[in-house]
């Protein structure tokens, strides 16, 4: 048996979707967070195997999925400092409590 | 034909990463989920080793799951009072995620049976050495990195100073 | 010489900005005296330079003509090489005398104004309109060419209107300026149409170069013609037009009468004295252009026979003393308009030496002082009395004897008895009436016995007619000491003024001349004169029912006269029923209604449609996020159909 790339897409891709579950249904922020991780994660994947499978000469799919780490770390960050401060203002962490923005 | 091993290792691999994301936007308990993430996390570190990406596998541990995770925990133990519950999921939001998701796997499922299906084996690929990741990562030649390299620890910089000042108490 | 120039057009401006700018910050003692230094100093400069004119050998050439001297001509606005406008300073004969005019009558005001508006306020304000005023005057009437002369025109224009709303707090003066602004400014438009088509075909703004060679000006015009009249005619009548608005002939005489709402000296300097002769002045300076065209002459003729006759007879119903002295200048600035339209035969030849042109510059200045004068005594007689009405007057000989002496010496004057001033005018006016055409010297002598009429009814309505009552205690008084100077100084003026030999220094062609009495002109202008202040004596010396049994017996002509012929009512009719009402009315609906109705309908269209949209705005994030992802995956779709 060979693993083909479409072996490797389909576990991806139901991370994906997973991820695409979790961001609309949760309604705790870090838990959209970590939904919000998971797509992330297999889109990352997904780089590094085209990479592999398609052009193994080359490195461009790993940096990319290299500097998407990054970035993701960063937002994290960014992302966890907002929702703490979020918290420290309204006591809560729930995103359908947080509407001031509307209309 | 790949060896018995690595298809072993290749169920491993993908039951691991399926089940614990799906725990992992199921769990009513956010400090499991995050543990949940942890170990798709792993998993995929363990794919990029698979692949002959040490170096990524080892940032992939490093950051995720030694950084963000960390990061997610404190996150999640600021935020929650003992005893919490998780929330109880409406069934609208449920059918409105279950929709979306659904739909996700449809269009992107289509396209992959159509498109990717057919495709080949993983062919050989020499090993990377450090040295080579290094000066990818640093050249300024062609198909090298070092400016998004510079970029991104610009961001990141900017990124440390925004968590700080968002976060601070006033 | 071009110092002086420069001086006499300097510091009135300097004036004007500094009392304009900073009079606010003086008292008003101090910004009057100012005022009047500004001025005085002014008169002096121009009396140099007018007299150094006239008698000084260097501005007359061998055979004796007067020179035109450019003391300076600048460019001051270059837009292509041909269209080039100036600002310069030139001084001929009519110049020279309407610098005298202007810069005596102007201190004089000044000087009056120290009394008459003291304790008003705004008085600093007032000074520097005046100051701007003179300034405007002397720009327009030592233009160099026709576009300086129409820039001054709209500066004098602007400071009329200025000082008519001078008591802006009442209702009647603002309209009043209003009034007489549109008014002019639309008689103005003809006045820039006649400027464009003449430079259009003359290719010219210069007034030397025009008038010096005028069948030059004949042969560029060619033969074009519109509507039946020469191009030519219709320059000359468009630009005439804008005389008519300025010296309010007949139709556009409307706005003086009302003007007469702003204080009193400002109508003695402006609605007397000097800008509203600037028509004449006008069409003095293009003279031997006018010249070329009969069909223009006779127009000015024209207009300027009917508007005397018909301000005279207005003149002799009105109730306010300065509406009558209002419509005597109307009637007064028509005999000059009328004397310089029979200057010419319309055969490029002025009829008996131009002798009308001289005429009428003689008139214009001997006018300008004896009808300063007059208005001044009503200022005094005014401020006396506090009412514009003679019927609160009455027989204030004994209270005012020095009013009651200069007013009698204006009267004189105007009735043209000699040896007043007017006498020597009016009679070359006649003369060269005569000498046109007998009708219109038969014509101008009714005119010219009417005049003596109601400036003898006013006279002795005023001062005569019954004893003055004594209205609470308040006896009228002689006016104050500044007020009294310029009186009695114009009141001598008006006695010697005839006796210049004025032809010696204006006429048509610059050329020097004795002039001469026609003695059966002067003979039965006097006794047509004395005839009419003797029916003016029956009438009013003594309160009697005559002039009650005249209304009486002629209704009719009575109701037309003492409302001015319905002119007001016309325009009236005219602007407020059929422009407003037909014109303006629909434009206004389509405006309100289409245009606006448009705009809001586009602005309600997206008023509602944003409040029914804006529950799509629910701040629930994982909404957004759905609606986007359900988006993305539907192009997807499609994106992915297509493609495969």
């Not at chain 2, 596998?57 to 950051?63: D, S, Y």
């Not at chain 3, 007059?374 to 009395?385: D, N, T």
């Amino acid at each position: 048996m060979e693993i083909t790339l479409i072996y490797w897409l389909v576990p991806t891709l139901v991370m994906f979707c997973c991820g695409v579950y979790g961001f609309i249904t949760r309604k705790n922020m870090i838990a959209i967070l970590i939904s919000l991780e998971l797509m992330l994660n297999a889109v990352d994947i997904n780089f590094a195997l085209f990479n592999r499978y398609l052009h193994p000469e080359m490195m461009e799919g790993m940096f990319f999925t290299l500097f998407a780490i990054a970035i993701a770390a960063a937002e994290t960050a960014v992302a966890i400092a907002i929702i703490l401060n979020i918290f420290r203002s309204v006591k809560n962490v729930d995103v359908q409590g947080i509407d001031q923005m509307k209309f | 034909m790949d060896s018995v091993g690595s298809i072993i290792l290749y169920v491993v691999i993908a039951l691991v990463m399926i089940a614990c994301s799906v725990l992992a936007v199921t769990t009513r308990k956010i400090l499991r989920a995050a543990t949940y993430l942890l170990f798709t996390l792993f998993a995929a570190a363990a794919l990029y080793f698979m692949l002959g990406y040490e170096f990524l596998g080892a940032v992939q541990i490093a950051v995720y799951a030694g950084g963000i995770v960390v990061l997610f925990v404190f996150a999640i133990l600021l935020t929650s009072k003992p005893g919490d519950k998780a929330e109880k999921l409406t069934s609208k939001s449920h059918t409105l995620g279950m929709v979306a998701a659904l739909a996700m796997l449809c269009v992107a499922g289509y396209g992959l049976v159509k498109q990717v299906i057919s495709a080949t084996a993983m062919p050989q690929m020499a090993e990377q050495t450090m040295a080579e990741v290094g000066e990818t990562l640093m050249g300024t030649g062609h198909a090298q990195y070092l400016l998004p390299f510079e970029a991104v620890s610009v961001l990141l910089l900017a990124c440390i100073i925004g968590g700080v000042v968002i976060a601070r108490k006033r | 010489m071009t110092t002086l120039a420069i001086l006499i057009l300097a510091i009135p401006l300097f004036m004007f900005l500094l009392l304009g700018l900073l009079g606010m910050k003086m008292s008003h003692k101090l910004a009057g005296w100012l005022g009047c230094l500004g001025m005085g100093t002014t008169l002096v400069l121009a009396y140099t330079t007018a007299f150094t004119y006239y008698f000084d050998p260097e501005y007359t050439s061998e055979i004796g003509q007067r020179l035109q001297v450019l003391l300076f001509n600048e460019t001051w606005l270059q837009f292509t090489e041909k269209l080039v406008i100036n600002i310069g300073f030139l001084l001929d004969p009519i110049s020279a005398l309407m610098l005298v005019v202007i810069t005596t009558i102007s201190f004089l005001v000044h000087l009056y104004s120290l009394g008459y508006m003291e304790g008003e306020k705004g008085f600093q304000r007032y000074y520097a309109f005046l100051s701007l005023f003179s300034f405007s005057m002397l720009l327009l009437v030592v233009a160099t060419n026709i576009f300086q002369m129409y820039i001054g025109w709209e500066l004098v224009g602007a400071s009329s209107y200025l000082l008519i709303g001078f008591y802006y707090t009442k209702h009647s003066a603002v309209s009043a300026s209003k009034k007489a602004f549109i008014v002019t400014r639309f008689a103005d438009l003809g006045f820039l149409l006649g400027i464009l088509i003449l430079s259009f075909y003359t290719e010219t703004f210069d007034f030397i170069t025009l008038t010096s060679n005028p069948d030059a000006v004949l042969t560029r015009f060619g033969g074009a013609t519109f509507m039946g009249a020469s191009a030519l005619t219709w320059a000359l009548i468009l630009i005439f037009t804008g005389g008519m608005g300025k010296s309010a002939m007949m139709p556009l005489h409307i706005w003086l009468p009302d003007a007469m709402e702003g204080p009193t000296p400002v109508s003695a300097l402006i609605h007397a004295a000097t800008m509203v002769v600037a028509g004449v002045f006008l069409v003095a300076r293009m003279f031997p252009v006018y010249l070329l065209d009969f069909d223009a002459t006779l127009f000015i003729v024209c207009v300027g026979g009917i508007t005397a006759f018909y301000a005279a007879m207005v003149a002799c119903t009105q109730i306010d003393i300065k509406r009558v002295l209002a419509f005597s200048t109307i009637s007064q600035i028509a005999f000059m308009m009328v004397s310089l339209g029979v200057a010419s035969d319309g055969m490029g030849i002025p009829s008996h030496h131009g002798l009308g042109y001289m005429a009428s510059m003689f008139h214009m200045f001997t006018h300008a002082m004896f009808k300063a004068l007059l208005f001044l005594g009503a200022g005094a007689l005014i401020h006396a009395v506090h009412s514009n009405d003679y019927t609160a007057m009455h027989g204030l000989r004994k209270y005012m004897p020095i009013t009651h002496v200069t007013f009698l010496i204006g009267c004189l004057a105007i009735a043209g008895i000699p040896p007043f001033s007017g006498f020597f005018s009016k009679d070359e006016i006649l003369a060269a009436c005569y000498h046109w055409h007998p009708f219109i010297g038969l014509w101008m002598s009714m005119v010219a016995g009417l005049t003596a009429f109601y400036m003898f009814r006013l006279y002795y309505l005023i001062f005569w007619w019954k004893e003055h009552k004594v209205e609470h205690g308040h006896t009228p008084h002689e006016a104050p000491l500044p007020m009294r100077i310029p009186l009695i100084f114009l009141a001598a003026v008006s006695v010697v003024a005839g006796f210049i030999p004025f032809g010696h220094f204006v006429t048509w062609d610059r050329m020097p001349y004795d002039i001469h009495l026609d003695l059966a002109v002067a003979g039965s202008s006097i006794g047509i004169a004395l005839v009419a202040i003797f029916i003016a004596y029956k009438m009013y010396c003594h309160e009697n029912n005559a002039p009650a049994k005249m209304k009486a017996a002629l209704p009719a002509l009575w109701d037309w006269c003492h409302h001015r012929f319905y002119w007001d009512e016309l325009y009236m009719f005219i602007t407020h029923k059929i422009i407003f009402g037909l014109i303006c009315k629909p434009i206004a609906w389509f405006d309100r209604h289409i245009i606006d109705g448009t705009m809001d309908a586009f602005a309600i269209v997206t008023n509602k449609a944003s409040y029914a949209i804006r529950g799509l705005q629910s701040g629930q994030v994982q909404m957004y996020v759905w609606v986007y992802l359900i988006g993305a995956l539907l192009l997807a779709a499609v994106g992915i159909i297509c493609v495969f």
